[in-house]
């Protein structure tokens, strides 16, 4: 409902210098929220100002008016899943809860410590009524491991699943998080590289896990051929539903193997680009890569992790040497970053090269 209360009218110039001035005062009323229009803002008051006041705010906002304004009402801020969990668990503990929720399409994910474990229920439980649009809560069981890339997961809140359709870009994926691997924190990496393609491109895709940079390559691209390769069965039953879901049939084909066999077997000497997201053992596939290139050369997206102690030139340098003994030559690395912090000490890098 809207609410009648004095107020500071003032030009929209002053604004900012006035409220600056009346919040010292103390007397700027913060359950309402600030009045504008096109050439004036008024800004609502707990009480009427002291002449000494006034006399104060009127040396530096000269034209400013006391009067009644119908104020709207301000909408109340939705609390965090942290400020809600301040009364149920004690300070330092909840200063241990790493603050970073991932969301996989209705999923929230989370990362709870061994401290705060016999809290896990009400933490979940929380998450669900802060974020009215999460159906289940799960917590890591471990780390990523294993060919498959895949974790396991705890469902600690709410629906006792781990799939989910999940929203990236223009595309839409279905994803089991504890059959494939998938992580929204790769978002910018599958949107850089899909801006990278040109028309007429032939891509190899030699990791592709539920298809998040071909499908995305292939819905934003008109002429582009994608072999989408992954070996693990369970991700490539959801590349071929997600192929279908986004409607990119005639551009992406599926090969379920390892990289190398299907390399050896199919896809000799065909793309212009191969992408190498196992940044696990990356280095070993190198070659299987080389072979991918069409004769003239390509470019190839190479991701790797890296520690702190290390750098990213060795990196660049070890990748250099191996292309190099597969009798092939690094023209130019084109761009390299740090993608994201995997772990402590941990970075995932990712390096674009020029290959001929
Ligand atoms: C880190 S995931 C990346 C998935 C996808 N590119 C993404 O961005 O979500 C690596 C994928 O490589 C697959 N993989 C592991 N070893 C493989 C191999 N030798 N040949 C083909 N795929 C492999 C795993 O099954 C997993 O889906």
Redesign the pocket.
């Known amino acids: 409902m809207p609410q009648e209360s004095i107020c500071i009218k003032v030009r929209k110039v002053y604004g900012e210098k006035t409220i600056i001035l009346a919040k010292k005062l103390e007397m700027v009323n913060l359950q309402l929220k600030i009045g504008r229009n096109a050439a004036f803002i008024y800004i609502p008051l707990i009480r009427q100002p002291q002449d000494d006041e006034l006399k104060a705010l009127k040396k530096h906002v000269p034209d400013l008016e006391i009067l009644m304004y119908l104020f709207p009402e301000k909408k109340k801020r939705i609390k965090t899943f942290v400020e809600l969990l301040e009364d149920k668990i004690s300070t330092h503990l909840l200063a241990s809860l790493p603050r970073a929720i991932d969301f996989v399409g209705d999923i929230a994910i989370i990362e709870i410590p061994p401290e705060l474990n016999a809290y896990k229920i009400v933490i979940g439980e929380t998450i669900l009524k802060a974020h009215k649009n999460v159906r289940t809560v799960l917590a890591k069981a471990g780390a990523v491991s294993g060919?498959?890339?895949t974790r396991n997961f705890d469902v600690i809140a709410g629906e006792p699943k781990t799939d989910t359709i999940h929203k990236e870009y223009s595309c839409q994926y279905y994803v089991d998080l504890a059959k494939?691997?998938?992580?929204p924190r790769?978002s910018y990496?599958?949107k850089r590289v899909a801006s990278l393609i040109k028309e007429g491109e032939a891509i190899v895709?030699?990791?592709?896990?539920?298809?998040?940079?071909a499908v995305l390559i292939a819905k934003t691209h008109q002429n582009v051929k994608i072999y989408a390769?992954?070996?693990?069965p369970h991700?490539l039953a959801f590349l071929k539903r997600n192929i279908i879901l986004n409607r990119v049939e005639d551009k992406v084909h599926p090969i379920l193997?390892?990289?190398?066999n299907?390399v050896r077997d199919k896809l000799s000497r065909v793309a212009d680009r191969v992408?190498m997201?196992?940044?696990?053992?990356a280095i070993e596939?190198v070659d299987a890569a080389c072979e991918v290139l069409k004769p003239k050369g390509g470019t190839v997206h190479y991701y790797s992790f890296v520690s702190t102690s290390d750098s990213l030139e060795n990196v660049k340098f070890r990748f250099t040497e191996t292309v190099e003994n597969m009798g092939k030559k690094v023209e130019k690395i084109l761009f390299s970053r740090l993608v994201r912090e995997t772990a402590p000490y941990q970075w995932q890098v990712v390096l674009d090269a020029k290959i001929h």
């Open positions: 060919t498959y890339r494939a691997y998938f992580s790769l990496e599958h895709d030699l990791f592709a896990g539920v298809g998040p940079f390769v992954d070996v693990n991700a193997g390892d990289a190398r299907a992408i997201n196992l940044p696990e053992n596939f």
